[in-house]
Nanobody, 112 residues
Framework: QVQLVESGGDLVQPGGSLRLSCAAS????????MGWYRQPPGKQRELVAT???????NYADSVKGRFTISRDNAKNTVWLQMNSLKPEDTAVYYC??????WGKGTLVTVSS
């Protein structure tokens, strides 16, 4: 089992930045890929970014150039640096490990 705890969600103005964190515990040695999904209000959950244990990354087209995913294997933590935020980035952001384990989510609201 893997437990994931997200943090860092907040209310931010358009154009602002936020950094989300996801700390993993439990059977962390089984983790080969981690990432972030988000669920905007009234919409389905969608991929934001993923990163493998080797550091390979993948981003949704909507966040390329604005968001950066990073990972510290020693600290069992993955981060999502979000810059140039837009109102359409408003969502609950969920961390996952191996697409099998999920955190409870952290709310990001982009609004003036």
């Amino acid at each position: 089992q893997v437990q994931l705890v997200e943090s860092g969600g907040d209310l931010v103005q358009p154009g602002g930045s936020l950094r989300l964190s996801c700390a993993a515990s439990g059977n962390i040695f089984s983790i080969y890929i981690m990432g972030w999904y988000r669920q905007p209000p009234g919409k389905q959950r969608e991929l934001v970014a993923t990163i493998t244990s080797g550091g390979s990354t993948n981003y949704a087209d909507s966040v390329k150039g604005r968001f950066t995913i990073s990972r510290d294997n020693a600290k069992n933590t993955v981060w999502l640096q979000m810059n140039s935020l837009k109102p359409e980035d408003t969502a609950v952001y969920y961390c996952h490990a191996n697409y099998d384990y999920w955190g409870k989510g952290t709310l990001v609201t982009v609004s003036s």
